[in-house]
Each structure stands twice: as C-alpha cells, then as structure tokens.
C-alpha cells in the first residue's frame, strides 16, 4: 500500500537524447509527488515536484507527467547533458509532504554518453 | 547560508555497540527527518521531529530512536547494532510549516558495522 515502484533500474542516453524514467503508486492519499537527484558521496537533491490537481509541470529542461487515474509520474529530461548523470528517485508522500516523510522509489541510475 | 550537517561523516562500529548521529539543520528549519539508504532497500524514513516532538516515524525496530533540541538540531541513536544497519544515514531539514516544502538532505553518516 505504501509501496512506490520505479523503472527502469539504470538507463543510458547519448548526450542531448530524452531521459524518460517512470514511477507508480498504490495509496491514492499521496498527494505530493517529489523527484531527487543524487550525486555519489551527496545527499539527495530535490529536482521538481507535482501535485496531483496538474498533469504535467515544467522546470527548464525538467518536466514531471502525472496521471492520476493510472496512478503513475514520469520524469523527462530533455536534452540530456553528462552533467546529468545521477541517480534520481522518485517519491511520494501524504499531507503535502509536511512531515517529511517520503516514500521513495528504488532509483534510477542514469549515465549520459557524449 | 550553510546547508545541512551531518557528523561524523563516517564511523566503524562492532556487533552490540550503539552509536550517536548528529544533524544541524539549515538555519531558521524547524523539521528535521532521518533517512536510512542502503543498495538493497534504497532511502527508507526513520522518524520526523518538528519543534522538539516526534511528530512520525517509519517501520523501523525501537532500536532507533532520535530526539530534537529546543535549536533544532537532532541526533538519533542506534542501541544494539547488527550488521544489517550498515547503512547511510541521511538527515533532511524544512520549514515544514505549509506542506510541499523543500526538503534539504545532508551529506550523511556512512555507518559500517563489523
């Protein structure tokens, strides 16, 4: 119920491709739906993040898809730069994410050949 | 502004012992949430405080614990280590007042335990 599922486990993309990563939750309380990068040796970074009235959100070359009724988010990074190259994690959490408490998927790590 | 620390940012331990973590938030960040990464279950939630009170916790044995001071900062304590809480520890601070907050995460604590 509390689960949060992440695909794929590791993606390769040639410099200036689309990085698609996709999530799926079960509990239909979620209602704040955060992405994280994470860099070797560095705590998470928050990226972007949705709530569930929209279905899609923009930030630079960073864009969140949500649908509600799939129960599923998806992360596109357009253009992808080596800088990019990152583990990212999808989360998900209750009260609007207040209390800290995400639940997070499994990650994705992604490496970006130039 | 300095962002938030962890201390130390490694330790050894042995089967039985326990160990003290440390976390300073960012400065004015009432929430503080301790994280546990490791390969095989990614990033789970331990516990959130916010204002000196344990306001969640996640699914993990009494064996942690955590507490806040009247500044914020935090520790969580770990009695009776075992092998398997070889672990990451991350802490995250926020605002935490109006949901959806940013959550900043630490560089954290590498723990092994032998």
């Known amino acids: 119920q509390q689960q949060v599922k992440q695909s794929p486990q590791s993606l390769i993309v040639q410099k200036g491709g689309i990085s698609i990563i996709n999530c799926a939750y079960e509990?239909?309380?979620?209602?704040?739906f955060p992405w994280y990068q994470q860099f070797p040796g560095k705590g998470p970074a928050l990226l972007i993040a949705?709530?569930?009235?929209?279905s899609e959100k923009k930030e630079g070359r960073f864009t969140i898809s949500f649908n509600k009724s799939a129960k599923q988010f998806s992360l596109h990074i357009m253009d992808s730069q080596p800088g990019d190259s990152a583990t990212y994690f999808c989360?998900?959490?209750?009260?609007?994410?207040?209390?800290?408490?995400?639940?997070f998927g499994k990650g994705t790590k992604l490496s970006v050949k130039p | 502004k300095a962002g938030v620390t962890q201390t130390p940012r490694y330790l050894i331990k042995t089967r039985g012992q326990q160990v003290t973590l440390s976390c300073s938030p960012i400065?004015?960040?009432?929430?503080v949430s301790w994280y546990q990464q490791t390969p095989g279950q990614g990033l789970q939630f331990l516990f959130e405080?916010?204002?000196?009170?344990?306001?969640n916790k996640g699914n993990f044995p009494g064996r942690f614990s955590g507490r806040q001071f009247s500044n914020s900062r935090s520790e969580m304590n770990v009695s009776t280590l075992e092998l398997g809480d070889s672990a990451l520890y991350l802490c995250?601070?926020?605002?935490?007042?109006?949901?959806?907050?940013?959550?900043?995460f630490g560089s954290g604590t590498q723990l092994s335990v032998l």
């Open positions: 995250a601070s926020s605002f935490a007042d109006t949901g959806g907050e940013k959550l900043f």
């Open positions: 509990n239909t309380a979620f209602d704040y």
């Open positions: 949705i709530r569930p009235d929209v």
């Open positions: 989360a998900a959490s209750m009260y609007g994410g207040s209390q800290g408490n995400l639940i």
């Open positions: 400065s004015g960040h009432r929430s």
């Open positions: 405080y916010f204002s000196e009170t344990q306001r």
